[in-house]
């Protein structure tokens, strides 16, 4: 953990003075001067050194960058050099003045990992840990800090199918580690464990780093399972003793893509559906370009001991659907004192966020593709005026008026999200750290939701309804850590942290809605409804606490920079856990060893194998599932007469089975890899291989309902299921990634990187406890209509998890109908399956001159999808009538079928793709003003085109079933795009920066 | 070291509070006055629930029998075939009502078990829950049959199966031991001593199937107890036994008292109710249009039968009084898009008409109903105890006592009086009377006509008379045995 930076720099510039002397006093007649300027900032460089190529003799640039040098004959090429730049060699020519732009060394920026409790050194790493910088951010509108990191990272997968601005990402590293409401990795938010994601803007992010394998995210124990991301935000100025104000200032136009064709009103009618005489493209009535504005300022600075950065972000999201959109406001003040001459140093984080959102039902995505192309959107007769305000409507099964729906339900919420971090740490010794850390991090989310009393869908039976609801979390860490580094002999160094750390995390929220308005007031005053028990109408509050408590060690062992070796243990006792099984331990182990220090290696410039070994853990999603807490059941009239009142009583029952041996997942991981480096940092990278065992997963299990209940001995199952550990899942990958620093010709510099994953699917080992658990496990179904009974995702033991089994198609008889293997469940085949074999991500950075060209691809192979639409539209029997038909590429025309839509491999594809998922041009501006120290304009541009064979909405990876709301299954159906999936977008961004100095 | 000492603190067992509910021992360690009648609530809670819903006991009765049934339009109602199987008597272990069904049962009989645990004391209150969990067994005992028994004082792992003959005992063994100690009331929505001598008779008329021996006599002198009490009488409005403040039925013995804002689950007029019967009763959710009666039962009915009304036919209209019309009706329906519900099934599947089928109308549907009805469901009604008492003498061959009792019910229903008397009339009769009332299915077996062919099913199988132990549940417990024939 010793960060080499410092000492280095005092060395070259040590050197660099030297050097600088000795060619003073060889001056000779003719002389060279010139000016080093940082290529970015346009900043001076001071103290670089400037050295006649091939000779000793140089010198140094001054505190404004300038140097002059002294010539002699035969001198060509200055080979100008810095800390932290990449060297640049010039011709000398004629000139006797010149001006060099020194480019930040990336690389070498990277030098510094953060880790769990502090940072290393990349070179010390020997675990699977990669570092993002801004640079390598994703381009454009990008809301969210995971959009930044997607398709970056090797074997980290984040995705968001559509292109809803209010929806999240689903990130996943390394695959599933967990069935569970955990199966994103853990964030760690400037050291506070779990914080929202909503606290930070990307725009103040410093760097982000990924600890993928299980011995460096095992220093998080209990909860972190599913891998760690680290964000750490920018905390002071680029530059001592100066002051950055900075303008990052956007807008983006959001345009619909690739939507689904679907037949012409005439084609409608020619199929035999009914004809109601317009001509709608429904999709055209709902969508709309949208704009987005974004406005980031910053001011930061560095004097001395102290540091400081102060942000105000502001966005404004909209969606290419009216009614579809969120205002996020975000400031932040990140403060940093010294004290006692810098032993005593005090660090204050504050952040505010508030998000104001609106979103229609996903149902009108549904309808807007389906609903009759013959039917208008108004109707002017009596009764569609009285009934439904003019929408065109009409009494079908499953048939709403899409832009009616969009605009007669509405759903807000306003989150605010405020995280206070304060930090104190004291040198006790120069080697001796005490540091202690206390942060409060909350949410609380007011949502409404109305359907107004002409609403087709709801508002209509229940009369008009409105519903408010809260959602506030809290969570409460304090650590505190004591660090210790010393030179165990004049090879050998050692740093040992210990530390321990108490968390409270407390939700509560509550739940009113009612019915029967006069006016369509909304839930601003849900008094004025009529109607507040029954169908529609809820009052309901709950509340949850808990407490982690844990202590944890790390120890590092450094010799000669040749070998490194690292073990850390955490120990975690959690509340929720059952009585029987209340702490956990975490252990972990991992040595590389740089065999460039040992061997020779030739190109190669660094060479270190490493291999960890790591447990880390995943906690229950609710911290009452051991104790199978008794809930509210049916209000019971004792004496059947609703006239008397004090006879009624609302059941109190357990519907959940108590298991006092409940415990944490433990998922056990081993990491082999090589981190390399040729032509001196030229080209860098890294390749992993893990693999992971995962057991005793939880999971609610279908138990012998009624009968005496194992895990609460002398009661009864009162329940059919009950949180059991149990199951066994292996999977293991293959990452690799390699950049390119600066290649080309003259102005011209093309930096590439290059990352995949390719993933040995997760295999279901067992899904047993003894006798409790699974040899199989179906979930999703298609859905309504007419498919709801058979599931589609099969997870069986020995098999991938997720494969996705119905009848094989095997053709169509001459008027259409089905041939399918069978229709019986249990002999359906494997058909296919929704996790990629493989996802790559392929980063370009161009620059020439003041122009550079960002572009990225990203894409994934080797998974499958099924494509609902084509699963219950394209089919021309005339109960498919109601609604109008897609005609993808796939869809068979000659027959039309004439079965009713029935799940089977033809609607199972393939849906390998490659994405330019976002690009950039961007220009610096020159400037020669004393205040203005860059200017940059760009013009980005995000999903521009994808190159698939999958005929649906988004070829996007589906991790998770968007409509499964339960956390613990919807995880196990991956590979469904659902009928309500948000439109493709394709955005386009111009933006401007401008830093002041 | 400062934080090795914290960390030792740090691991001590941590205690979980519960802030939204409450735990075992919260309950144990009350001394609210209201303690028993909340338990006593607690239990019929689980009772109430969903077993008038779709998927529930009650869907596997009534689409097992020959009364209904749920024809697949397009589409629509397909769901894997599960309904279908469940009319032509094909239906397989996995289905997913009988593991409803199942779960629905144990899950109450768990609770009860846990109550008994915890209060061995209190002897009014374990008796009635005694007889409670009787009456899931007596569901259970009908639908499986050879189900495991498990009361409070089960231990140990897995239960097994016990024959139907030992099921039988032990629910004749619950209502006797504990018949002395119920109340005297004649409330509707509790256990009483005329409850437990109902479900007596109920249980005595079903004897000979569950155990090979008939118990006619044990029937009749259980049914006898519960007319001589004097607490029921017929209500001259047969359907004021299923309206939606049937509280004050007179006839009603054990009810499920759902009501729609607090009790909710049963869910009939979605069930089988067309789409745009929303508008007909201002429904707060659109229906379904799923269940429908077979054109052979509603033809059992006389034309002036009263109890005929207990199927919606014919032209349908809105509350308003205009004529529904269904633009999506199928172009090949001869009766066209203005709806109207036709006895008529055109075909089970796979393509129904829309509005093919004599509805469940004998439950009232009031106007602005919810998903959930308010009507109070009659598990046990005196209906139907007269008939158990003509059944068990026309049996023990008594036809004047027969006669005398089955003619009530018949005059009720505007019906003229039998002379004479056949198993088979008393058949029809308990068929017209009990439409609905998840009794067709016991009535056919017994009466040895539900191997027989019906529309759209062949005969079956003798061990079609139970239904299999659900596989889910075999899974789960692999010390389960399936019923032979699955």
């Known amino acids: 953990m010793r960060n080499y930076l410092p000492k280095l720099k005092s060395l070259m510039l040590a050197v660099v003075l030297m050097i600088g002397t000795i060619a003073v006093a060889n001056a000779q007649s003719r002389s060279i001067s010139g000016t080093v300027l940082d290529a970015r900032l346009g900043d001076p460089v001071p103290g670089a050194t400037v050295l006649v190529k091939g000779t000793t003799r140089g010198t140094a640039t001054d505190l404004d960058g300038k140097f002059t040098l002294p010539l002699q004959a035969g001198d060509q090429v200055l080979v100008i050099s810095f800390v932290g730049y990449l060297n640049q060699e010039v011709e000398i020519g004629n000139q006797s003045s010149i001006t060099i732009r020194l480019e930040e060394d990336i690389q070498s920026l990277e030098e510094a990992v953060v880790i769990g409790y502090g940072s290393q050194d990349k070179k010390e790493i020997t675990s699977a840990v990669v570092g993002v910088k801004p640079e390598d951010f994703n381009r454009g509108n990008v ?174 999201n909209n969606g290419i659907v009216n009614g579809v959109g969120n205002e996020r406001l975000n400031t932040r003040l990140n403060l940093a004192q010294g004290a006692l001459n810098n032993r005593l140093r005090l660090n204050v984080n504050l952040s505010f966020t508030n998000v104001d959102s609106e979103d229609i039902n996903g149902a009108a995505f549904r309808y807007a593709t389906i609903y009759n192309p013959t039917a208008p959107v108004f109707e002017d007769t009596e009764s569609a005026i009285n009934r439904f305000g003019g929408y065109f409507q009409r009494d079908l099964f499953d048939f709403y008026n899409p832009v009616a729906l969009a605009r007669q339900q509405k759903f807000i919420g306003e989150t605010k999200t405020a995280l206070v971090s304060y930090r104190a740490e004291f040198d006790i010794l120069p080697n001796l750290t005490l540091s202690a850390q206390y942060s409060q991090d909350r949410r609380n989310t007011l949502s409404g939701a109305f359907w107004s009393l002409q609403d087709f869908q709801v508002g209509i039976g229940a009369t008009g309804s409105a519903q408010r609801n809260t959602f506030d979390r809290k969570q409460r860490i304090f650590e505190s850590t004591l660090r210790y580094e010393t030179d ?159 006879d009624i009583f609302v059941g109190i029952n357990q519907f959940s089975n108590p298991n006092k041996d409940l415990k944490w997942e433990t998922k056990k991981e081993f990491n082999v890899g090589v981190d390399f480096g040729l032509l001196n940092g030229k080209i860098t990278g890294s390749v992993d291989y893990y693999t992971r065992n995962i057991s005793d997963l939880l999971f609610n299990v279908p138990v012998a309902a009624g009968a005496p209940n194992p895990f609460d001995p002398g009661r009864f199952n009162t329940a059919g299921s009950t949180w059991v550990n149990l199951a066994d899942l292996r999977a293991a990958g293959f990452e690799f990634v390699t950049s390119v620093n600066q290649i080309g010709k003259g102005a011209l510099k093309w930096s590439p990187t290059v990352n995949f994953t390719i993933y040995d699917k ?44 119905g009848p094989r198609l095997n053709g169509l008889t001459e008027s259409g109908q089905y041939i399918l293997s069978t229709t019986d469940p249990n002999e359906f085949e494997k058909l296919g399956n929704g996790l990629p074999k493989g996802e790559f991500g392929f980063a370009n950075s161009l620059m020439w001159g003041q122009w550079n060209l960002n572009f990225f691809f990203r894409g994934a192979w080797g998974h499958d999808l099924y494509n609902s639409y084509r699963g219950f539209y ?120 401008v830093n002041f100095k | 070291m400062l934080p090795l000492v914290f960390a030792i603190g740090a691991c001590q067992e941590l205690e979980q509070e519960v802030l939204d509910g409450v735990t075992a021992e919260d309950i144990a360690n009350s001394n609210n006055p209201n303690l028993v009648n909340v338990l006593k609530a607690s239990a019929y809670s689980r009772i109430v629930g969903s077993w008038g819903g779709h998927n529930s006991i009650w869907s596997i009765q009534e689409v097992s029998s020959d009364e209904m049934a749920i024809p697949q339009k397009g589409a629509d109602w397909e769901d894997g075939g599960q309904w279908i199987r469940m009319h032509k008597h094909t239906w397989n272990a996995s289905e997913e009502s009988f593991n409803n069904s199942w779960a629905y049962c144990y899950s109450a009989v768990g609770e009860i078990n846990n109550l008994l645990i915890q209060y061995p004391d209190v002897a009014s209150l374990n008796a009635e829950l005694k007889v409670l969990r009787a009456l899931v067994y007596m569901w259970l005992i009908d639908s499986f049959g050879n189900v495991p028994i498990i009361d409070e004082t089960t231990t140990g792992g897995n239960p097994t199966n016990a024959t139907r003959a030992e099921v039988f005992a032990f629910i004749e063994k619950s209502i006797k031991d504990n018949i002395a100690l119920l109340p005297e009331t004649s409330l509707k929505s509790t256990i009483n001593k005329m409850t437990a001598q109902a479900m007596l008779a109920k249980l005595y008329l079903n004897a000979g199937v569950y155990t090979g021996t008939p118990k006619w006599a044990e029937a009749e002198a259980a049914a006898d107890a519960v007319i001589n009490s004097g607490k029921y009488s017929l209500s001259s409005n047969y359907f004021a036994n299923f309206s939606e403040r049937n509280s004050g039925s007179t006839e009603n013995i054990l009810t499920l008292p759902y009501d729609q804002n607090n009790a909710g689950g049963f869910n009939l007029p979605q069930m089988t109710l067309h789409y745009l019967s929303q508008q007909t009763f201002n429904l707060q959710e659109q229906p379904w249009n799923g269940y429908a009666s077979l054109e052979e039962f509603y033809n059992s009915y006389d034309a002036t039968d009263v109890r005929r009304r207990s199927f919606l036919v014919g032209p349908q209209f809105a509350s308003n009084g205009t004529r529904l019309i269904d633009i999506s009706a199928e172009a090949n329906d001869p009766d066209g ?119 759209e099913k062949t005969a079956s199988q003798p061990f079609r008379a139970l239904f299999p132990i659900p596989q889910n549940q075999i899974n789960a417990n692999p010390a389960l045995k399936q019923n032979p024939g699955y």
């Open chain 1, 143 to 316: 809301t969210n800090p995971a959009q930044l990191l997607q398709g970056k990272v090797a074997g980290l997968s984040i995705t968001r199918p559509g292109g809803s601005p209010n929806s999240g990402f689903n990130v996943r590293l390394r695959g599933l580690s967990t069935f569970g409401a955990n199966s994103s990795p853990l964030i760690v938010l400037d050291g506070v464990i779990g914080a929202s994601l909503e606290n930070v803007d990307p725009n103040d992010i410093q760097s982000i780093d990924v600890l993928k394998d299980g011995s460096a995210a095992a220093i998080y124990g209990a909860r972190g399972s599913s891998g760690v991301i680290l964000i750490t935000t920018t905390k002071k100025g680029s530059k001592e003793g100066t002051t950055n104000v900075n303008i990052n200032s956007f807008t983006t136009l959001d345009q619909a893509t690739n939507l689904i064709p679907v037949l012409s009103a005439e084609e409608f009618v020619a199929r035999g559906g009914t004809d109601f005489g317009s001509d709608t493209d429904w999709r055209d009535e709902l969508i709309d370009d949208a704009l987005s504005f974004t406005t980031n300022a910053s001011v930061s600075g560095s004097f001395g001991n102290s540091n400081y950065m102060a942000s105000v972000n502001y966005r404004d």
């Open chain 1, 874 to 993: 394209e089919n021309g029997d005339p109960g498919s009538n109601t609604w109008n038909s897609v005609i993808t590429d796939k869809t068979p025309t000659n027959p039309l079928v004439t079965s009713s839509p029935t799940f089977n491999s033809s609607y199972v594809e393939d849906a390998s793709f490659v994405r330019l998922d976002n690009m950039e041009l961007g220009y610096n501006i020159k400037t020669n003003s004393p205040n203005l120290g860059s200017l940059r304009v760009y013009l980005a541009a995000q999903n521009l085109f994808t190159i698939t064979n999958y005929t649906g909405i988004d070829p996007e990876v589906r991790t998770n079933d968007s409509e499964n709301g339960d956390a613990f299954t919807s995880a196990l159906s991956p590979g469904i795009e659902r009928r309500n999936t948000y439109f493709q977008t394709r955005s386009f961004t111009l933006g401007v920066t």
């Open chain 2, 337 to 455: 898009p203005p709806l109207t519900f036709t006895p008529q099934i055109n075909m089970l599947a796979p393509n129904a008409f829309r509005q093919a089928g004599a509805r469940v109308g004998k439950f009232e549907f009031a106007l602005g109903a919810g998903s959930s009805l308010n009507n109070d469901y009659p598990l046990i009604r005196y209906g139907e105890i007269i008939l158990i008492k003509a059944e068990a003498a026309l049996r023990q061959n008594k036809p004047a006592v027969a006669l005398a009792a089955v003619n009530q019910i018949r005059a009720r229903a505007s019906m003229p009086a039998y002379t004479t008397l056949t198993l088979d009339e008393l058949f029809a009769e308990r068929g017209r009377e009990m439409f609905a009332e998840a009794t067709r299915r016991s009535d056919q077996i017994r009466f040895g006509k539900w191997n027989q062919p019906w529309w």
């Open chain 1, 762 to 805: 997760t295999t279901i080992e067992s899904l047993s406890n003894g006798e409790l658990g699974f040899e199989e496990l179906r979930f999703a179904t298609p859905g309504a209509p007419g498919q709801n009974n058979n599931p589609i995702i099969y997870n069986r033991v020995g098999q991938n998890l997720g494969d996705i089994y």
């Open chain 1, 488 to 646: 165990l002999s004049d090879k050998l160094n050692m740093t040992l942290l210990g530390g321990f750390g108490l968390q409270y995390t407390t939700n509560q929220g509550f739940n009113a809605r009612v019915r029967q308005y006069l006016f369509d007031l909304g839930w601003n005053n849900l008094g004025a409804g009529a109607i507040r028990v029954g169908n529609n109408t809820d009052v309901s509050s709950f509340a949850n606490q808990d407490q982690l408590n844990s202590a944890f060690g790390r120890a590092n062992f450094n010799w000669d920079n040749t070998f490194f070796v690292s073990a850390s243990v955490r120990a975690e006792t959690y509340s929720g856990f059952g009585a029987n099984n209340q702490t956990g331990v975490f252990p972990a182990f991992s040595v590389g060893s740089d065999f460039t220090q040992i061997f020779d290696m030739g190109v190669f410039n660094q060479f270190k194998p490493r291999v960890s070994y790591g447990v880390t853990g995943n906690l229950p999603p609710s911290p009452t599932l051991a104790l199978g807490v008794f809930g509210n059941g049916n209000r019971i009239d004792l004496d059947g007469d609703p006239l008397t009142q004090s």
